[in-house]
């Protein structure tokens, strides 16, 4: 795998690439870094151009310290601008978590950039801001958010040498079944340890205004809509779902609907995968993808 930094849209990116054939990006989440595709572009790079990105603020990319310069707005025009420096003209797209939620924003402003998108367990935004407005159940699911937004969430982040997110990833993700060597793990705590990371990953949430209902007369949902008209809501792009059924954070509840945004949908089940599906089952995902692309 080759590394490389660019300057892009005022921010210096690093990224990764491998492999050779039809172009694919991966956009991991939180609290991720590029390393969480290791084994799929190890896979996928034996036919395909792989590229997987550092977002902002993230490990080895620029960390901007204003909350704004996470506004949604930034972000996709961070993937505008790394596909058009890669010099390419269309790509396929794999998402999961924050990623997703910046990777089906970029789909809705950018339809004309992608040939495939496929989603690991998040739904359209317009779907998820009705679930965090309206259902219960998500509600309660997502009340990490409002934590995550508040100032306590870096100390609880951080504290005793990354605890919470330890658990959280590695221990949950291996209860699962993923294999995640020492290094991996050292190499993932070591972006955390960069300075200003858990901030920067933190204000994602922060500039999304994105969560349940606070109590405080925040009605719930994102601004990751701003600027689109409703028509602009429905994808014409084929888009494949891999829906990890165990995931506690996102409930299907927010798939209802999603065949009427998304014509060209399909969607695979994997019953006992969790939120952590790219780690958990890496061959069965990468294969979803190859034959998704090359559909």
Same mark, same amino acid.
């Given at each position: 795998?080759?590394?490389?930094?660019?300057?892009?849209?005022?921010?210096?990116?690093?990224?990764?690439?491998?492999?050779?054939?039809?172009?694919?990006?991966?956009?991991?989440?939180?609290?991720?870094?590029?390393?969480?595709?290791?084994?799929?572009?190890?896979?996928?790079?034996?036919?395909?151009?792989?590229?997987?990105?550092?977002?902002?603020?993230?490990?080895?990319?620029?960390?901007?310290?204003?909350?704004?310069?996470?506004?949604?707005?930034?972000?996709?025009?961070?993937?505008?601008?790394?596909?058009?420096?890669?010099?390419?003209?269309?790509?396929?797209?794999?998402?999961?978590?924050?990623?997703?939620?910046?990777?089906?924003?970029?789909?809705?402003?950018?339809?004309?950039?992608?040939?495939?998108?496929?989603?690991?367990?998040?739904?359209?935004?317009?779907?998820?801001?009705?679930?965090?407005?309206?259902?219960?159940?998500?509600?309660?699911?997502?009340?990490?958010?409002?934590?995550?937004?508040?100032?306590?969430?870096?100390?609880?982040?951080?504290?005793?040498?990354?605890?919470?997110?330890?658990?959280?990833?590695?221990?949950?993700?291996?209860?699962?079944?993923?294999?995640?060597?020492?290094?991996?793990?050292?190499?993932?705590?070591?972006?955390?340890?960069?300075?200003?990371?858990?901030?920067?990953?933190?204000?994602?949430?922060?500039?999304?205004?994105? +969560?349940?209902? =606070?109590?405080?007369?925040? !009605?719930? #949902?994102?601004?990751? %809509?701003?600027? *689109?008209? $409703?028509?602009?809501?429905?994808?014409?792009?084929?888009?494949?779902?891999?829906? +990890?059924?165990? =995931?506690?954070?996102?409930? !299907?509840? #927010?798939?209802?609907? %999603?065949?009427? *945004?998304? $014509?060209?949908?399909?969607?695979?089940?994997?019953?006992?995968?969790?939120?952590?599906?790219?780690?958990?089952?890496?061959?069965?995902?990468?294969?979803?993808?190859?034959?998704?692309?090359?559909?």
């Amino acid at each position: 795998m080759q590394h490389h930094t660019a300057d892009i849209n005022g921010v210096n990116l690093h990224y990764v690439t491998h492999g050779a054939g039809e172009p694919i990006l991966f956009i991991h989440g939180f609290p991720e870094y590029w390393g969480v595709w290791k084994k799929q572009l190890n896979e996928l790079g034996k036919d395909h151009f792989v590229v997987a990105l550092d977002l902002r603020g993230y490990n080895l990319s620029s960390k901007p310290k204003a909350v704004e310069a996470y506004h949604i707005k930034h972000l996709v025009e961070d993937i505008r601008g790394l596909i058009h420096h890669l010099g390419l003209k269309k790509i396929s797209i794999v998402c999961q978590d924050w990623g997703a939620l910046l990777g089906w924003s970029f789909l809705l402003r950018h339809p004309d950039l992608v040939h495939r998108f496929i989603t690991l367990n998040i739904t359209h935004p317009a779907l998820f801001d009705r679930e965090l407005r309206e259902n219960p159940r998500q509600q309660l699911a997502a009340q990490y958010m409002l934590v995550f937004r508040s100032l306590q969430a870096e100390p609880q982040i951080m504290g005793d040498d990354f605890a919470w997110p330890k658990q959280a990833v590695f221990n949950d993700a291996r209860a699962h079944g993923a294999i995640l060597s020492e290094e991996d793990t050292s190499e993932w705590i070591a972006a955390w340890r960069q300075p200003g990371t858990i901030t920067c990953m933190l204000n994602y949430y922060r500039a999304a205004k994105m +969560g349940p209902p =606070d109590g405080e007369g925040h !009605p719930g #949902g994102s601004n990751l %809509l701003e600027g *689109l008209k $409703p028509e602009q809501y429905v994808v014409q792009t084929p888009v494949l779902l891999i829906h +990890g059924e165990q =995931d506690t954070y996102l409930l !299907p509840d #927010g798939q209802r609907g %999603l065949k009427d *945004l998304v $014509p060209n949908l399909t969607i695979h089940r994997i019953p006992d995968g969790t939120h952590w599906i790219a780690l958990e089952k890496p061959r069965e995902v990468s294969q979803l993808v190859r034959d998704f692309v090359r559909s």
